[in-house]
């Protein structure tokens, strides 16, 4: 026995072993979410901005893309679908880890089948975000644009299955709402048309007020469950570092405090949405401190970098700027780094952060 431990083929199983489970340590898998007895989830479905679109901006023209290499290296195949990550994104983990399915196509993927409509789709886009001017600017769809798809899915599957099936699976889905970065870094602080009438405390609230809107009319189609995502602290990406944070790329500190704003209003109005609406399981899914923390402490998570991308530099990299020509700057291995490009967390982040927010939240939706 002593002979086999110290053999070349035991002592290589044994740094194997060892390898892997620190893998597993930096970079635990989205454990598998119990649902309470006789308790099912048919579908998922997602609404938001590019942090859950999987590729419905595809066909659009804008320059809200990805679905180009480097975009999808670690993905399935090493397929560029329009996710703006190197892999997947929260709502891939989320249908996974409550048994749906392992990824959570786009409304608009051309391939879907009936079995992908049944069990849920993203009908997010890319630059959208509560305040309609950022889906105008970008060219994307707005929020209620995708609700409108949305119905347009309804009056499909209700073709397919019946009213009452139909019924069944809008109520009992989960629904995933994930927007808000964009209004503040793409539209309050790059154009004056919202600074000059909000101040940071109002745009807040506006925020706030659009994202109540818009959880009422899913409410109103259907949905009970619903997870909405806070805004992260945007003045933290590696783009916005580099735009407004100095010679030293500091965070900027002014669409922290918007966001952080933003989030108190918005959790506020889902709590009393909640306790004001029949059978409504509104849940905050708070992001902003999780994401911070690992910001502010890389190396406690796993991860090397934190203020810059693995795409091409990290530091302005987002989009059709992070493309095949970026390839001898990009990183050879994402899970050293928070983010993939100058706006976007990479997988192993994504996979870190939904983990913990269904360790944290996922009890509320029962």
Same mark, same amino acid.
């Given at each position: 026995m002593s002979s086999f431990l110290h053999s070349p083929t035991a002592s290589s199983l044994a740094?194997?072993?060892?390898?892997?489970?620190?893998?597993?340590?930096?970079?635990?898998l989205v454990a598998p979410f119990k649902l309470p007895h006789n308790m099912t989830v048919p579908a998922v479905f997602a609404f938001g901005d590019s942090i859950i679109d999987p590729g419905n901006n595809n066909g659009l023209v804008t320059v809200a893309k990805s679905n180009f290499h480097p975009y999808g290296r670690d993905f399935y195949g090493g397929v560029a679908t329009g996710r703006f990550s190197n892999g997947r994104v929260p709502s891939d983990f989320l249908a996974e880890a409550i048994g749906v399915k392992d990824t959570l196509p786009a409304y608009l993927d051309p391939n879907l089948n009936t079995r992908d409509l049944l069990?849920?789709? &993203?009908f997010a886009s890319g630059a959208a975000g509560y305040d309609p001017l950022s889906a105008q600017l970008a060219l994307v769809f707005s929020m209620s644009d995708q609700l409108n798809l949305f119905r347009e899915y309804?009056?499909?599957i209700r073709a397919e299955v019946g009213d009452e099936r139909a019924r069944t699976i809008i109520s009992e &889905?989960?629904?995933?709402?994930?927007?808000?970065s964009n209004d503040i870094t793409n539209t309050y602080f790059s154009i004056p048309v919202r600074s000059s009438v909000y101040d940071i405390p109002s745009y807040a609230g506006f925020i706030a007020k659009l994202? %109540?809107?818009?959880?009422?009319?899913?409410?109103?189609?259907g949905a009970r469950r619903i997870g909405v995502l806070s805004l992260p602290p945007a003045g933290c990406l590696p783009s916005q570092r580099t735009i407004k944070g100095g010679t030293n790329r500091d965070c900027f500190a002014p669409a922290n405090r918007l966001a952080s704003l933003a989030n108190t209003k918005i959790q506020s109005e889902i709590r009393s949405l909640r306790s004001n609406l029949p059978d409504a399981k509104m849940v905050f899914l708070d992001i902003y401190y999780p994401l911070m923390n690992i910001i502010q402490h890389p190396a406690?998570?796993?991860?090397?970098?934190?203020?810059?991308?693995?795409?091409?530099?990290?530091?302005?990299?987002? %989009?059709?700027?992070?493309?095949?020509f970026d390839d001898p700057r990009t990183c050879k291995d994402a899970k050293e780094y928070v983010f993939w490009d100058s706006y976007h967390p990479t997988e192993a982040t994504y996979r870190l952060l939904? %983990?913990?927010?269904?360790?944290?939240?996922?009890h509320e939706f029962y």
């Open positions: 740094m194997t072993m060892t390898f892997v489970a620190l893998c597993l340590l930096q970079f635990p069990t849920g789709v &993203s309804m009056r499909k &889905s989960l629904y995933l709402v994930c927007t808000g994202a %109540s809107e818009f959880i009422q009319e899913l409410y109103g189609i406690r998570y796993g991860f090397t970098y934190a203020n810059v991308g693995c795409c091409g530099t990290g530091k302005i990299e987002v %989009s059709v700027l992070c493309n095949d939904v %983990s913990r927010l269904l360790d944290k939240y996922g």
